[in-house]
């Protein structure tokens, strides 16, 4: 049996990872999410209170959250998607890619007793770049399996 040269090995290793750099670039990501109204089976609502403690250092102006009121009765349902984009007249889009996503989520109505300070940021996404700034909490989405 004939030894592998060093030389060998690492153009071989060269290889199989530009090989699986193609393969996982060629790889669908769902990584939106499309979102629809729903209707809950249940019929009523319970309550729940929650603490928030956003992505550091995620967007500016929004801290922490404690005491935050969830109404448990699903308003939205949202799916993961994979999205292209196949015109638009914004010529400042980012090609942002996100995690995959295996999971859907349920959207429910929430409020918290601390307003976030609005501290505008720039923000951009496969859809343009623009200045946002944070405004009151309206909703929670939570990981769904089915």
Same mark, same amino acid.
């Given at each position: ?22 393969? *996982?670039?060629? $790889? ?6 499309? =979102?629809? /109204? %729903? ?56 090609? *942002?890619?996100? $995690? ?6 349920? =959207?429910? /109505? %929430? ?36």
């Amino acid at each position: 049996m004939k030894r592998m040269s060093l030389l060998s090995i690492t153009f071989a290793a060269f290889a199989f990872c530009m090989a699986s750099a193609t393969i *996982a670039s060629a $790889q669908t990501v769902y990584d939106h999410l499309e =979102c629809h /109204k %729903m209707h809950d089976a249940k019929g009523y609502a319970f309550h729940a209170t929650v603490n928030l403690n956003p992505l550091a250092p995620g967007f500016p102006g929004l801290p922490a959250q404690s005491g935050c009121t969830v109404k448990i009765k699903g308003i939205e349902l949202c799916v993961p998607v994979a999205k292209t984009v196949t015109q638009t007249d914004d010529p400042n889009v980012i090609a *942002a890619v996100g $995690q995959d996503l295996v999971n859907g989520f349920i =959207c429910y /109505k %929430m409020k918290c007793p601390v307003k976030p300070d609005g501290t505008a940021a720039t923000a951009g996404d496969q859809f343009g770049v623009r200045d946002v700034a944070p405004s009151t909490v309206t909703k929670i989405c939570a990981p769904a399996d089915w």
